[in-house]
């Protein structure tokens, strides 16, 4: 039976690719992350808080201030450029661990778990890491797609795939608003009245 808990709201035990082909994919992301449409997104100043491949994928995430990051991800053919926020991110990063730490089931069973997490909006890009155990199979799959409902997706080892939910979870924090809004002054106490004293008590009536 299938079971799927989801999350809304995704060491360095990585594939090796060889340079040639790593640069060329960076090259690509960083164009995608650098156009027009990625950019005027972004308003606050950037900075990058991950940069690393997974598997077929190079990522990149960038931190956009008020809490949201710019989430840039490229194979060889193919870049995606999205925003999520950072506490979104968060929770997939856990989510995804519980997804990997799961026990399989008995011999012979079927189950598949999967952690997703989307930016905000109608239209927005996700990304799903989802781990499947048959009798035959185990598989671990990675697939992101932006708001044009472009993907692009790769299979991960256990290992890239810790690797990738620490890292992910370690971009989000970073990410994360850290400034606390300054306390408001308590307006001053204001001193009560003082009591009035009792009226003098009237003594006996004499004839």
Known sequence: MEQRPRARRYSQAVRLIPRASTLAVFAILAASLWSPGA?????????????????????????KGQGSVLMGVADARTSLAFTLLAIDLR?????????????PPRKGGYVKWEAVVAGPGTAAGSMSLARTINPTDTSIILLVTDTAFRGVRTA???DEARALTAAMKRAAMASLPTT??????APPATKAPPKKPPPPSKGPLRD
Request: no cysteine; hydrophobic share 45%; aromatic share 6%.
């Open 156 to 158: 991960l080892s256990m």
């Open 39 to 63: 950019t005027a997104v972004a308003q606050a100043p950037e900075r990058s808080v991950l940069r690393q491949l997974y598997g077929d994928l190079a990522f990149e995430v960038r931190t």
């Open 180 to 185: 606390v809004p300054p306390m408001t002054k």
């Open 91 to 103: 929770k997939w990063s856990d989510s995804a661990s519980r997804v990997l730490a799961a026990r």
